[in-house]
């Protein structure tokens, strides 16, 4: 007759609780399970089980002396009998005292079950038919195999999860942070853009640690709102169609209360009349072929563009004479200042090549201030497709700066 010995040999009666909580007295049907695949499945999910990485090393020491590759109760005891200092060979070296700690982890989380002989060694016998043997069973893992496996599946769940939350955080920072950049250029004296830029760095630093699902889920909240607030403060409204159909010339509206905008480029182009007299052109009949190299853009004499922006005349080799060699020279200066040519094309279309040109000699005498150069002329250049946008006030702005 099989007995179960309550008090374990050579340890207290505390440690018999550990052998009553595992589910080896149910005797429940065991089914037949690779050893290997249930170490997979555990290794997964040990942190629901609070295992480590040296722990799963000692059970699978443990489970490379049961010859067979599967585990079933209906081929006997699964009960393993090593000596200490062959695990700890199989182990590497590892110290007998090491390894009896993390034995102990592992039969108290109910992985395996010590069977203890009178004497307290480990051995197998044979009494007529029966083996009886004393050691470590390993029946509880092969018992929780379906219990591991589900743990398992739902750690990589989580683990898919977290992966996703990550990847969020992570491009919302990057598009806050881009948004700040923006916003400090359009408006530097708005406060917000020191905490969004403080939001984005901290943001940074903490992806470095491991973070649970729910911190990630927290940040990701947090900087969701900051990247709307952000977008509503930097990016302009869309402009309102008009309500007649797609037709050649829309309907003029005039109003009565001119733009702020318009009468500060209409005391610019009384400045620049009263110091710069406008010559009569005379048309030819290849005027037309030459309207973009004879054009002055926005009524700007030449020579006051070049006198008000220094720096633009600095990269070339030549004297700049005329307004052709000035576009072709922002042509190659625009690259310089880290402006895609998609968007160098676009900006010359919506405000034209002689005002384009002309905000690049301007960008230039004011790269210092300017975080971003490409998304500086990407938003003058909307405003300049709305209607809203002049090149005048800033070239008259540059001169006043580099007379006062």
């Given at each position: 007759?099989?007995?179960?010995?309550i008090t374990?040999f050579?340890r207290s009666?505390?440690d018999?609780r550990?052998l009553?909580?595992?589910?080896?007295a149910?005797?429940a049907?065991?089914?037949?399970?690779?050893?290997w695949?249930?170490?997979?499945?555990l290794s997964?999910?040990r942190?629901?089980?609070?295992?480590?990485?040296?722990?799963?090393a000692?059970?699978?020491?443990?489970?490379s002396f049961?010859?067979r590759?599967?585990l079933?109760?209906d081929?006997?005891p699964?009960v393993?009998?090593?000596?200490?200092?062959?695990?700890?060979?199989?182990?590497n070296?590892?110290?007998s005292?090491?390894?009896r700690?993390?034995?102990?982890?592992?039969v108290?989380?109910?992985?395996i079950?010590?069977?203890d002989?009178?004497?307290?060694?480990?051995?197998?016998r044979?009494?007529?038919g029966t083996?009886v043997?004393?050691g470590f069973?390993?029946a509880p893992?092969?018992?929780r195999?379906a219990?591991f496996?589900?743990a398992?599946?739902?750690?990589?769940?989580?683990?898919?999860?977290?992966?996703?939350?990550r990847d969020?955080?992570s491009?919302?920072?990057?598009d806050l942070e881009?948004l700040t950049?923006?916003?400090?250029?359009?408006?530097?004296?708005?406060p917000?853009?020191?905490?969004y830029?403080?939001?984005?760095?901290?943001?940074?630093?903490?992806l470095r640690?491991?973070l649970t699902?729910?911190?990630?889920?927290e940040?990701?909240?947090?900087?969701?709102?900051?990247?709307e607030?952000?977008k509503?403060m930097?990016?302009?409204a869309e402009t309102?169609e008009?309500?007649?159909?797609?037709?050649r010339?829309?309907q003029?509206?005039?109003?009565?209360?001119?733009?702020?905008?318009?009468?500060?480029?209409?005391?610019?182009?009384s400045?620049?009349?009263?110091?710069?007299?406008?010559p009569?052109?005379?048309?030819?009949?290849r005027?037309?072929e030459?309207?973009?190299?004879?054009?002055?853009?926005?009524n700007?004499?030449?020579a006051?563009?070049?006198a008000?922006c220094?720096e633009?005349?600095?990269?070339?080799?030549?004297?700049?004479?005329?307004?052709?060699?000035?576009f072709?020279a922002?042509d190659r200066i625009?690259?310089?200042?880290?402006i895609?040519?998609t968007t160098?094309?676009d900006?010359?279309r919506d405000m034209g090549?002689?005002?384009?040109?002309?905000?690049?000699?301007?960008?230039?005498e004011r790269l210092?201030?300017?975080?971003s150069?490409g998304a500086?002329?990407?938003d003058?250049?909307?405003?300049?497709?709305?209607?809203t946008?002049?090149?005048?006030?800033?070239v008259?702005a540059?001169?006043?700066r580099?007379a006062a």
């Amino acid at each position: 007759m099989d007995y179960d010995p309550i008090t374990p040999f050579g340890r207290s009666l505390r440690d018999a609780r550990s052998l009553a909580a595992t589910p080896q007295a149910t005797q429940a049907p065991c089914p037949t399970v690779d050893k290997w695949q249930a170490l997979r499945a555990l290794s997964t999910c040990r942190g629901d089980y609070a295992l480590s990485d040296r722990d799963l090393a000692v059970l699978q020491a443990l489970i490379s002396f049961h010859p067979r590759t599967d585990l079933a109760l209906d081929d006997g005891p699964l009960v393993v009998h090593p000596s200490n200092a062959s695990i700890c060979e199989r182990l590497n070296g590892m110290p007998s005292s090491t390894m009896r700690r993390h034995l102990g982890r592992l039969v108290d989380a109910g992985i395996i079950t010590r069977r203890d002989s009178p004497n307290g060694k480990r051995y197998a016998r044979r009494f007529g038919g029966t083996k009886v043997a004393y050691g470590f069973d390993l029946a509880p893992l092969a018992r929780r195999f379906a219990e591991f496996e589900d743990a398992a599946q739902a750690q990589r769940d989580r683990d898919l999860r977290i992966r996703h939350l990550r990847d969020v955080v992570s491009l919302m920072r990057r598009d806050l942070e881009a948004l700040t950049e923006i916003g400090r250029t359009e408006a530097p004296s708005d406060p917000s853009w020191d905490a969004y830029e403080d939001l984005a760095r901290l943001s940074a630093r903490t992806l470095r640690r491991k973070l649970t699902e729910h911190q990630l889920s927290e940040l990701r909240d947090t900087l969701a709102s900051a990247v709307e607030a952000a977008k509503a403060m930097v990016i302009p409204a869309e402009t309102v169609e008009l309500s007649t159909s797609d037709v050649r010339n829309e309907q003029h509206h005039q109003s009565s209360k001119k733009d702020s905008i318009e009468s500060e480029q209409g005391r610019t182009e009384s400045v620049l009349d009263t110091a710069f007299p406008r010559p009569q052109l005379v048309r030819s009949p290849r005027a037309s072929e030459h309207a973009i190299s004879t054009a002055r853009p926005s009524n700007l004499p030449l020579a006051f563009v070049l006198a008000s922006c220094p720096e633009f005349c600095s990269f070339q080799p030549d004297p700049i004479r005329n307004w052709s060699q000035f576009f072709d020279a922002a042509d190659r200066i625009a690259p310089m200042l880290g402006i895609q040519s998609t968007t160098w094309q676009d900006v010359k279309r919506d405000m034209g090549r002689d005002q384009a040109a002309v905000v690049i000699a301007a960008m230039l005498e004011r790269l210092s201030e300017i975080r971003s150069p490409g998304a500086y002329l990407r938003d003058l250049g909307k405003r300049a497709a709305a209607g809203t946008f002049s090149c005048a006030p800033m070239v008259v702005a540059l001169s006043r700066r580099s007379a006062a």
